[in-house]
T-cell receptor
Framework: LAKTTQPISMDSYEGQEVNITCSHN???????ITWYQQFPSQGPRFIIQ???TKVTNEVASLFIPADRKSSTLSLPRVSLSDTAVYYC??????????FGAGTTVTVRA | DTGVSQDPRHKITKRGQNVTFRCDPI?????LYWYRQTLGQGPEFLTY????????KSRLLSDRFSAERPKGSFSTLEIQRTEQGDSAMYLC?????????????FGPGTRLTVT
């Protein structure tokens, strides 16, 4: 499994865009990039997954450059309820999700 | 609510006691997973079922741990002779078969405290 590096924490304010960059220099050809969100006392929740370029859904956008050695999760116009831990996962289709420590995003009023 | 459910949500036990947790996956999902999460860390994989077959166990799952999924429906995770180091959140997840193994649906977890 490719090792990932992401910031430990980020602070933002309501209405701002939050961008979390994840580094994965050893990503393999078959690997996908997946992001999960976890609120306190809840299980993680799948947010978005991509292989290359850009993926967008109703929650977030995922930007992946051509070399795929990093990716950026973009959360548009965050609110207080977006305060959570965000995990970047990299790997091929597999049943074992490998989570790191994640990025704690704190949104302030 | 048709999500993954876990019972109990909280369990406090004394060291040396046995505990059992239950997970009910989303009904049409044939894959079920158990993870353990300690404070400040991401979840760690414990074991995985495809229907009733347990296909992989992490080395984190010592001999004191056993998981079952009879008839491919709900699953139980039992910890025998609990130790203080077992204190953690135990998470269950499920997913449908086929492709898309990276999108797993997690339950709310069972928080275990061993005193």
């Amino acid at each position: 499994l490719a090792k990932t590096t992401q910031p430990i924490s980020m602070d933002s304010y309501e209405g701002q865009e939050v961008n979390i960059t994840c580094s994965h220099n050893n990503i393999a050809t078959n690997d996908y990039i997946t992001w999960y969100q976890q609120f306190p006392s809840q299980g993680p929740r799948f947010i978005i997954q991509g292989y290359k370029t850009k993926v967008t859904n109703e929650v977030a956008s995922l930007f992946i450059p051509a070399d795929r050695k990093s990716s950026t999760l973009s959360l548009p116009r965050v609110s207080l309820s977006d305060t959570a831990v965000y995990y970047c996962l990299v790997g091929a289709y597999d049943y074992k999700l490998s989570f790191g420590a994640g990025t704690t995003v704190t949104v302030r009023a | 609510d048709t999500g993954v459910s876990q019972d109990p949500r909280h369990k406090i036990t004394k060291r040396g006691q046995n505990v059992t947790f239950r997970c009910d996956p989303i009904s049409e999902h044939n894959r079920l997973y158990w993870y353990r999460q300690t404070l400040g860390q991401g979840p760690e994989f414990l074991t995985y079922f495809q229907n009733e077959a347990q296909l992989e166990k992490s080395r984190l799952l010592s001999d004191r741990f056993s998981a079952e999924r009879p008839k491919g429906s709900f699953s139980t995770l039992e910890i025998q002779r609990t130790e203080q180091g077992d204190s953690a959140m135990y998470l269950c997840a499920s997913s449908p078969g086929g492709t898309g193994g990276y999108e797993q649906y997690f339950g709310p977890g069972t928080r275990l405290t061993v005193t």
